[in-house]
């Protein structure tokens, strides 16, 4: 009923930028927080910024002076700006989105496919 859709992957060199963008779509009343998680290989996957509907957002440690979340609440997207890249961000991004549907009663929580982020020279 809820699709996340995620764009902008890719390689990159250290010290470069990337953005990544993730919109959702179906039967949505309502999207409430929207985030972004990454796993790198042979690690769990956490949480690396997260907004509200109102706009208040949260970044982990790792990244916060680099990376920009942002959203546009009339599209229903959320954006991540990364700046000054290291290899060690480099990893799946997965974009989740709490969402109330017209059909379910309370909100549940949604996972875009993943967009692959390299950092390599």
């Known amino acids: 009923q809820v699709q996340l859709v995620e764009s902008g992957g890719g390689l990159v060199q250290p010290g470069g930028s990337l953005r990544l963008s993730c919109a959702a779509s179906?039967?949505?009343?309502?999207?409430?927080?929207m985030g972004w998680y990454r796993q790198a290989p042979g690690k769990q996957r956490e949480l690396v910024a997260d907004?509200?509907?109102?706009?208040?957002?949260n970044y982990a440690d790792s990244v916060k002076g680099r990376f920009t979340i942002s959203r546009d609440n009339a599209k229903n997207t959320v954006y991540l700006q990364m700046n000054s890249l290291k290899p060690e961000d480099t990893a799946v991004y997965y974009c989740?989105?709490?969402?109330?549907?017209?059909?379910?009663?309370?909100?549940?929580?949604?996972w875009g496919q993943g967009t692959q982020v390299t950092v390599s020279s």
């Open positions: 989740n989105s709490r969402v109330k549907t017209w059909v379910a009663g309370k909100p549940y929580d949604y």
């Open positions: 179906g039967s949505i009343f309502m999207v409430y927080i």
């Open positions: 907004i509200t509907s109102g706009g208040s957002t």
